[in-house]
């Protein structure tokens, strides 16, 4: 017993170091040498996580400023007609400027845009706010009331009809009536908004059984809408049908100028007499 009692305590036993000692320090591991183009792209690529992404502007007015021509036909054309309205009156002159490029450039395609920016453009005109202001409120009431279409058929040869509901309004006949327009307008805001004018004398009138006969009611119209025209687009500026007014052949674009320029007077009744005189011309027998 007493052997092995002395080998029991001769058995060496793992001794921990003292508290008060440091544990020796492991080397550090070689690091790989730095690519500095490496690290470049990786900082700017971890830069793009550094926060969240700025939200997609999500109203109309963002839209236009943004130049999101897409999310803004979408959004607008799936407004009811008279929110379309009174969404398009709380742009910006600037913003409808820019909408009224890429409705000429084809980046906005739709009817509704077209022809609810066409009659703000009449609107704001200095016709629109004063003797023309019950023409294109009237206008307004019936696109609200899907009494504005787009039709080829319906027009015939020219670029817009208003279609009396009855007959007779030549003769005192009280009538509403659907205004038809040629697509063609739908890329030229500036020549539409000239057409609501034109074609919105003649529907109002109908409306309130004021219609005059043939030559004085197409005077009427035709000055209304040279007035409107003259103003958007001062004949300075148009030269050519093509670029301007996409889709308009250079003999429509003439017959246009012929009858809107002849308003174009310092005196206003020497101005009407040549559209008259134009007038007569055209809608001879």
Sequence with gaps: MA???AIGANTARPVAPPKDRPAPEQPAPEQPAQDPAAALRYTLFASRFDGPAPAAPRSLEGLVDSGNWGGFKT?????????QLEAMEKLSP??????SNATRSGEVKSKAVSITLGAELAARSTWGQGEGK???DNFKRMYAKGRVEVSEKKVGGGWAYADPAKKGSERGVKTDS???LHPTLLRSPDLLASYVAHEGTHALRMKE???KPLFAEETDAHVAQARVWNQLSPPSKRDGAEGNYPGVSAKDFRNLRTMTEAYVNPNADA?????RAQVERWYAP
């Design 271 to 275: 101005g009407r007499a040549a559209v």
């Design 3 to 5: 052997e092995l009692k």
């Design 75 to 83: 959004k607008f054309d799936k407004l009811s007609r008279p929110k």
């Design 134 to 136: 019950a023409t294109v």
């Design 94 to 99: 600037p913003q409808r400027e820019k909408l």
């Design 209 to 211: 059984g004021t219609r």
């Design 178 to 180: 659907t205004i038809y």
